[in-house]
């Protein structure tokens, strides 16, 4: 089970320091709708975890609801040019852009995340109530606005 401690063991074995509280599960977003219907069927999840200085993704078991010991993408801070988080749906959809791309995220809503993907590979405990996605994820999605405006505010003193 992919619970806080084991998300951050993985990130200390591949040399990462995580910043408590602030991982969640998100996937990478849909291009067209097409994209997002295959994506019903079959979608691969990830653990995105602020670190000391990037943001971390490592990708989950297709198997069992728990991390590989691989990092799947890293995003240093200081390559970062913006950030925007928008509701979409049911989910909230998250683009980082960088000097020359955008990667476009997709992360669960809390509030049903515990029928849903992101709380089912989120497990704290056994419960099954308590997952750290729901906990995480609105100071999560405010520290990705908030790298988005440092960064923004950066360019402008330029």
């Given at each position: ?48 975890s ?74 704290e ?34």
């Open positions: 089970m992919a619970n806080t401690k084991r998300i951050n063991q993985v990130l200390e074995g591949l040399g990462y320091e995580a910043e408590e509280g602030k991982s969640i599960v998100v996937s990478y977003a849909p291009v067209n709708l097409s994209d997002r219907i295959a994506k019903l069927l079959r979608n691969s999840y990830f653990a995105l602020f670190c000391k200085e990037s943001i971390v993704l490592l990708p989950f078991s297709d198997i069992w609801a728990d991390v590989k010991k691989e990092v799947a993408l890293e995003l240093p801070y200081n390559s970062i040019l913006g950030v925007q988080v928008t509701e979409e749906g049911l989910n909230y959809r998250i683009d980082i852009r960088f000097q020359d791309e955008v990667i476009s995220l997709m992360a669960q809503q809390a509030e049903l995340s515990a029928l849903r993907s992101s709380g089912i590979n989120s497990l405990d056994w419960t099954f109530i308590n997952n750290w996605h729901a906990n995480n994820l609105k100071g999560t999605l405010e520290a990705l606005k908030e790298l988005g405006r440092n960064e923004q505010s950066r360019e402008n003193m330029e």
